[in-house]
């Protein structure tokens, strides 16, 4: 049985990964040619971009946790102790998004609901665990791992 949890929090935005493999592909092109330099520049550059990834992984049989950045598939963070998952829950927040045009002064303001999970441990440390816009895909994500951890998911977003 794998008594480790990860909990993947996020990746880079879609074009940031979009662009990394576009770089590896003209890295890829420009080994033929005599530019065979730039190449071996943008293929680590691009490898990061498509690999990056954040996240928080707990251990239950040695009650530690770590939040963690992975770069490349390596994991790197701090491992702290702890005694017991109280929860995890849920809260929304406003997320504005503020658009201005090139030519003109004016610009478009849009505004959407993010729902941001965390984790709140028995010494009454709380860390970020995930995000999602949709409330019902982040519930579905976080039922299973609640059930394993033997607590509870709590929604104050109401």
Known sequence: MNYTIDIKAESLPWYFRLAGILMIIFSLATFSGSYWWFGVVLIPIGTVLVTYASGTEINLVTKKYREYSSILFFKHGEQQKFDEIERIFINASKVTTQIQTAHTTSGSIFTDIEYNAYL?????????VTSRR???????????????????????SG
Do not use: C, H, M, W
């Open 120 to 128: 709140k441990f028995s010494n009454g440390k709380k860390i970020f």
């Open 134 to 156: 949709n409330k019902k895909d982040l519930i579905n994500q976080l039922q299973p791992i609640a059930n394993r951890l033997e607590t509870e998911l709590v929604d104050y």
